[in-house]
């Protein structure tokens, strides 16, 4: 079960990926805009499983905190990214903001029934140190002048950490809660490019199929397969192993023509592979119980 559980949240991390590419290939859509409509593309197969199983409705309700959550861990988390970016460089504000796999493995501690490791804490500081690589390839400087940005993209990353923190306290809520999430997260977002933006939507076809992409997989299915994984599979190694995600969307882009290799690439690379190894220790190398005659 737990295997299988930290496999389905490994996926979400594996759509998280895709997030850069399809958003560089969504056009020129401002940052609210482009989350309200790919929230609500993201509750489509939570709604179209709730309308062919009525039943699963029941499972709807739950107390106040799960939904206050909830919508949180997802609107505050763009929120507060979408601040760090407007008011700080994005590369210092993206480091920053990927703490949160560090948070979520540290933060396990304080989980009932799980210990803390120390190969759990290297595992996660290898994986930070590769998107450090990834991420601050053309080197960093940070200013005070953008303190604001830096708060946000730390508060953002403490929001995310938290939220799955939470999301692990709350294992018996059912998943089809996400579909309620993504709705909200929509709606609050929407009210945002109302207040703060000028809409702009997709040129092409190909603008559209893009903007379908992160709101059927980075910023739909990927929520409810975390949610999955952080409630009944390993959340220390699925900290750990999210450093894979900035490392992935890189070798994407390069891939696809929009990024270059490097050095840099390879090494960060084995640091998250070495660190996502290290971190799952325990499960891979797991000795069997004995047989009983």
């Known amino acids: 079960m737990t295997?299988?559980?930290?496999?389905?949240?490994?996926?979400?991390?594996?759509?998280?990926?895709?997030?850069?590419?399809?958003?560089?290939a969504s056009g020129r859509m401002p940052p609210f805009q482009l989350s309200a409509i790919c929230f609500l593309i993201g509750s489509l197969p939570g709604i179209t499983v709730l309308a062919a199983r009525p039943e699963r409705m029941r499972l709807l309700r739950q107390p106040a905190k799960v939904w206050a959550t909830g919508i949180a861990g997802l609107f505050g988390y763009h929120f507060l990214y979408f601040t760090a970016l407007r008011n700080?460089?994005?590369?210092?504000?993206?480091?920053?903001?990927y703490l949160w796999p560090l948070f979520i493995v540290v933060g396990s501690a304080l989980l009932p029934g799980e210990r803390l490791r120390g190969h759990h804490v290297a595992g996660a500081l290898a994986g930070l140190a590769g998107t450090v690589l990834i991420v601050g390839r053309n080197g960093f400087s940070f200013d005070g002048a953008y303190l604001l940005g830096y708060a946000a993209a730390f508060l953002?990353?403490?929001?995310?950490?938290?939220?799955s923190l939470a999301t692990r306290r709350?294992?018996?809520?059912?998943?089809?809660?996400?579909?309620g999430f993504?709705?909200?997260?929509?709606?609050?977002?929407?009210?945002?490019?109302?207040?703060?933006?000028?809409?702009?939507?997709?040129q092409t076809g190909f603008e559209w199929l893009a903007v379908a992409g992160l709101g059927l997989m980075?910023?739909?299915?990927?929520?409810?397969?975390?949610?999955?994984g952080v409630k009944n599979g390993d959340i220390?190694?699925?900290?750990?192993?999210?450093?894979?995600?900035?490392?992935?969307?890189?070798?994407?882009?390069?891939?696809?023509?929009?990024?270059?290799p490097s050095w840099r690439i390879g090494l960060a690379c084995l640091l998250v592979t070495g660190g996502a190894v290290l971190a799952a220790r325990d499960m891979i190398f797991r000795r069997r119980a004995p047989a009983t005659a």
């Open 236 to 260: 220390q190694i699925l900290g750990a192993a999210s450093y894979a995600a900035p490392l992935l969307s890189t070798l994407v882009l390069v891939v696809t023509g929009f990024a270059e």
């Open 156 to 163: 953002c990353a403490f929001a995310w950490a938290a939220y």
């Open 88 to 97: 700080a460089p994005a590369v210092e504000a993206s480091l920053i903001a």
């Open 182 to 202: 993504c709705l909200a997260t929509s709606l609050l977002s929407f009210l945002c490019h109302l207040m703060l933006e000028t809409t702009v939507w997709p």
């Open 3 to 24: 295997l299988r559980a930290t496999l389905i949240g490994f996926s979400a991390i594996l759509m998280w990926a895709l997030l850069a590419l399809f958003t560089a």
């Open 218 to 228: 980075p910023v739909g299915a990927a929520f409810y397969a975390w949610d999955y």
């Open 170 to 179: 709350f294992g018996a809520v059912s998943t089809d809660v996400v579909t």
